[in-house]
């Protein structure tokens, strides 16, 4: 690989990387593949089209069920992390995934417009209690002062825009703002400590760090009569919503949680083309990457403002709220419940190495595998392993290893001592040839949920005054994963689970292994009346099928090398024919009812990530 492989741990491999990876901007003509031979329509590819041909109207529907005609939701508007502005924007998620595999064009101009009402209603929306709301719950288009879990959330359908609209004044405008309220470049939100390399709060955002502990108040937001609406978490009354929070009060200092934010980094990155922000990302990474090692090889759930390990959490590096030791009483059920959300710090890292393609950003994350699991022991004759650590030392143990993480880890390295740590799922089982019905069931099974999700919508008896933001999201009828798995051999980070061993995540960026465009149209996704399904990956080579269902018409796809167009396509098998590639994007054009198997061999991770669209050739 053209990559230098020098560990970035030490801050010095972003300089190598700019020098070693091939620029982005190469417009040299598409390596070109013709295919002609028939293929008789598989039951996958019938499903798969039928899979996307139904989520325009199922959107639509939805859409004018919960938003009105300028494209604000209709609910109850609240400051909170049960029920505020985060999650009024995920009624949409997965909208961009779809159009990115080849959905109606007028389901990302929904999509887009819903985004942009969401930004003005959410900064016109008022606290009257909470006081970072004061002056609207977004201030300059974003959360005044938030956690990541719930900023990270909110930004699902933003981070996306970008592999959809690349030359989207208004969203270059944005992105390249909201990158800066963590670089330290913004006055009005000194969230950066640039010479520690630390986000100051858990709670932060476009005014700057909350420099106090957190109140209930603060998570909760404003008293407000909870009889009328639907509690979808559980509580019954706003006294229980507060006592929710009564201690998530440790949160100032650095926390793992903040890593999300580097997606904001790679974004303003992709879309400007300043490499600062890329810099700034891998120096962040970089930073919690040492604080692991310093931590012996745990990465600590609190840094304190001066950059001391469990600083902010009386000196235990366990500490913070949704930290390693975060096992609140549930004023539900007046019991200890462990929300440890270490495991979502691991998309950080994950950005850091879809920019580098370097594997010392994933040790970090072997390495406090193997600190956990050599802590398992036997309960009742079963070997089990903690997922907690608290003052009496490790505990919360379960059954068998502790395996969070390691599917993405796997996905990334595509080696077989990472695929053996993770529990295998119908999807990889596929890819390995051992679930030959997977595709077809899999795609029926996201066919049946648009019909169920829809068929929720229509017995929903809600309304605008007895509705509160959270509770159109599990009506959403966007099902995206078997498409992000056939038509990209991407994961599906956002919705939980792509495998038993992941945990939910917001506001991700892509990680595919392919990316489908269709060059007839000028636009993402696949071509009209063509399927594609990704059979096998390894860690050189992709293995697909694609057929056009057209009897009549011709199309033209082209083919790019990951989400980003990392991945170089070194050259093409078809049968025992090898054609040389040299290239991210590659053409095919498909005649009438034709398709085939290609495998390509790949040099994964090797080429600078860009959003510039493809050579359209004519």
Same mark, same amino acid.
């Given at each position: 690989?053209?990559?230098?492989?020098?560990?970035?741990?030490?801050?010095?491999?972003?300089?190598?990387?700019?020098?070693? $990876?091939? !620029? /982005?901007? =190469?417009?040299?003509?598409?390596?070109?593949?013709?295919?002609?031979?028939?293929? &008789?329509?598989? +039951? @996958?590819?019938?499903?798969?089209?039928?899979?996307?041909?139904?989520? $325009?109207? !199922? /959107?639509? =529907?939805?859409?004018?069920?919960?938003?009105?005609?300028?494209?604000?939701?209709? &609910?109850?508007? +609240? @400051?909170?992390?049960?029920?505020?502005?985060?999650?009024?924007?995920?009624?949409?998620?997965?909208?961009?995934?779809?159009?990115?595999?080849?959905?109606?064009?007028?389901?990302?101009?929904?999509?887009?417009?819903?985004?942009?009402?969401?930004?003005?209603?959410?900064?016109?929306?008022?606290?009257?209690?909470?006081?970072?709301?004061?002056?609207?719950?977004?201030?300059?288009?974003?959360?005044?002062?938030?956690?990541?879990?719930?900023?990270?959330?909110?930004?699902?359908?933003?981070?996306?825009?970008?592999?959809?609209?690349?030359?989207?004044?208004?969203?270059?405008?944005?992105?390249?703002?909201?990158?800066?309220?963590?670089?330290?470049?913004?006055?009005?939100?000194?969230?950066?400590?640039?010479?520690?390399?630390?986000?100051?709060?858990?709670?932060?955002?476009?005014?700057?760090?909350?420099?106090?502990?957190?109140?209930?108040?603060?998570?909760?937001?404003?008293?407000?009569?909870?009889?009328?609406?639907?509690?979808?978490?559980?509580?019954?009354?706003?006294?229980?919503?507060?006592?929710?929070?009564?201690?998530?009060?440790?949160?100032?200092?650095?926390?793992?949680?903040?890593?999300?934010?580097?997606?904001?980094?790679?974004?303003?990155?992709?879309?400007?083309?300043?490499?600062?922000?890329?810099?700034?990302?891998?120096?962040?990474?970089?930073?919690?990457?040492?604080?692991?090692?310093?931590?012996?090889?745990?990465?600590?759930?609190?840094?304190?403002?001066?950059?001391?390990?469990?600083?902010?959490?009386?000196?235990?590096?366990?500490?913070?709220?949704?930290?390693?030791?975060?096992?609140?009483?549930?004023?539900?059920?007046?019991?200890?419940?462990?929300?440890?959300?270490?495991?979502?710090?691991?998309?950080?890292?994950?950005?850091?190495?879809?920019?580098?393609?370097?594997?010392?950003?994933?040790?970090?994350?072997?390495?406090?595998?193997?600190?956990?699991?050599?802590?398992?022991?036997?309960?009742?004759?079963?070997?089990?392993?903690?997922?907690?650590?608290?003052?009496?030392?490790?505990?919360?143990?379960?059954?068998?290893?502790?395996?969070?993480?390691?599917?993405?880890?796997?996905?990334?390295?595509?080696?077989?001592?990472?695929?053996?740590?993770?529990?295998?799922?119908?999807?990889?089982?596929?890819?390995?040839?051992?679930?030959?019905?997977?595709?077809?069931?899999?795609?029926?099974?996201?066919?049946?949920?648009?019909?169920?999700?829809?068929?929720?919508?229509?017995?929903?008896?809600?309304?605008?005054?007895?509705?509160?933001?959270?509770?159109?999201?599990?009506?959403?009828?966007?099902?995206?994963?078997?498409?992000?798995?056939?038509?990209?051999?991407?994961?599906?980070?956002?919705?939980?689970?792509?495998?038993?061993?992941?945990?939910?995540?917001?506001?991700?960026?892509?990680?595919?292994?392919?990316?489908?465009?269709?060059?007839?149209?000028?636009?993402?996704?696949?071509?009209?009346?063509?399927?594609?399904?990704?059979?096998?990956?390894?860690?050189?080579?992709?293995?697909?099928?694609?057929?056009?269902?057209?009897?009549?018409?011709?199309?033209?796809?082209?083919?790019?090398?990951?989400?980003?167009?990392?991945?170089?396509?070194?050259?093409?098998?078809?049968?025992?024919?090898?054609?040389?590639?040299?290239?991210?994007?590659?053409?095919?054009?498909?005649?009438?009812?034709?398709?085939?198997?290609?495998?390509?061999?790949?040099?994964?991770?090797?080429?600078?990530?860009?959003?510039?669209?493809?050579?359209?050739?004519?």
């Amino acid at each position: 690989m053209n990559i230098d492989r020098r560990s970035l741990l030490g801050g010095s491999g972003a300089l190598a990387l700019s020098v070693a $990876l091939p !620029a /982005a901007s =190469a417009r040299a003509a598409l390596p070109a593949i013709l295919i002609d031979t028939p293929m &008789a329509a598989p +039951r @996958w590819a019938i499903l798969q089209r039928h899979l996307l041909a139904t989520q $325009l109207d !199922a /959107a639509t =529907a939805f859409h004018d069920r919960y938003f009105n005609a300028r494209h604000e939701i209709q &609910a109850f508007l +609240r @400051w909170g992390a049960n029920d505020g502005p985060d999650d009024a924007i995920e009624a949409i998620n997965d909208w961009p995934y779809l159009y990115l595999a080849g959905a109606d064009d007028r389901l990302l101009t929904l999509a887009r417009a819903v985004q942009e009402a969401h930004f003005a209603q959410y900064s016109r929306a008022r606290t009257t209690d909470v006081p970072m709301g004061r002056n609207g719950m977004y201030v300059r288009d974003f959360p005044p002062q938030m956690d990541w879990q719930h900023i990270s959330e909110g930004l699902t359908t933003f981070n996306l825009l970008g592999l959809c609209e690349p030359t989207d004044a208004k969203l270059i405008a944005r992105a390249r703002r909201f990158a800066d309220f963590y670089t330290g470049r913004d006055p009005k939100a000194p969230n950066y400590d640039t010479k520690l390399h630390l986000i100051r709060s858990m709670f932060n955002g476009s005014i700057g760090p909350l420099m106090r502990p957190a109140t209930m108040l603060d998570w909760a937001g404003d008293p407000f009569d909870t009889r009328p609406f639907e509690m979808v978490h559980g509580e019954t009354s706003y006294q229980e919503t507060l006592e929710h929070y009564r201690d998530y009060t440790e949160t100032v200092g650095d926390n793992p949680l903040n890593l999300h934010s580097t997606a904001l980094g790679f974004n303003a990155w992709m879309l400007t083309g300043e490499d600062r922000f890329r810099d700034w990302m891998l120096g962040y990474v970089d930073a919690w990457a040492g604080r692991a090692r310093a931590n012996g090889g745990i990465m600590p759930s609190n840094i304190g403002p001066d950059g001391t390990i469990g600083g902010g959490a009386g000196g235990k590096w366990y500490g913070g709220t949704y930290g390693w030791g975060f096992s609140p009483v549930s004023p539900v059920t007046g019991k200890r419940e462990d929300r440890n959300r270490m495991p979502r710090a691991i998309m950080g890292f994950m950005n850091a190495y879809l920019a580098t393609g370097n594997d010392d950003y994933l040790q970090v994350w072997r390495d406090q595998n193997a600190r956990i699991n050599a802590a398992s022991r036997k309960i009742d004759g079963v070997l089990c392993a903690p997922t907690m650590h608290g003052d009496q030392g490790w505990y919360s143990f379960r059954p068998g290893p502790y395996r969070l993480n390691t599917g993405e880890i796997w996905y990334l390295t595509m080696r077989e001592s990472d695929r053996a740590a993770m529990a295998p799922t119908p999807w990889t089982d596929f890819l390995g040839g051992q679930a030959p019905d997977w595709p077809e069931q899999a795609l029926l099974a996201d066919i049946a949920r648009v019909q169920t999700q829809m068929a929720r919508v229509r017995e929903d008896r809600t309304t605008a005054q007895t509705r509160l933001a959270d509770n159109p999201i599990e009506r959403n009828p966007a099902s995206v994963t078997a498409l992000l798995h056939q038509t990209m051999g991407a994961i599906h980070v956002a919705r939980p689970p792509w495998s038993p061993n992941s945990p939910n995540q917001g506001g991700t960026l892509m990680f595919a292994r392919v990316r489908p465009f269709d060059a007839d149209r000028r636009r993402p996704g696949l071509p009209q009346d063509v399927a594609l399904l990704v059979e096998k990956l390894e860690a050189d080579s992709t293995t697909l099928s694609v057929v056009n269902l057209n009897p009549a018409y011709s199309r033209h796809l082209i083919l790019r090398g990951g989400g980003y167009g990392e991945h170089r396509i070194e050259a093409t098998w078809i049968g025992d024919r090898r054609m040389s590639a040299g290239s991210r994007d590659i053409s095919i054009r498909l005649a009438p009812g034709a398709g085939t198997r290609i495998v390509l061999e790949m040099q994964r991770y090797s080429q600078k990530p860009t959003l510039d669209r493809p050579v359209w050739q004519s």
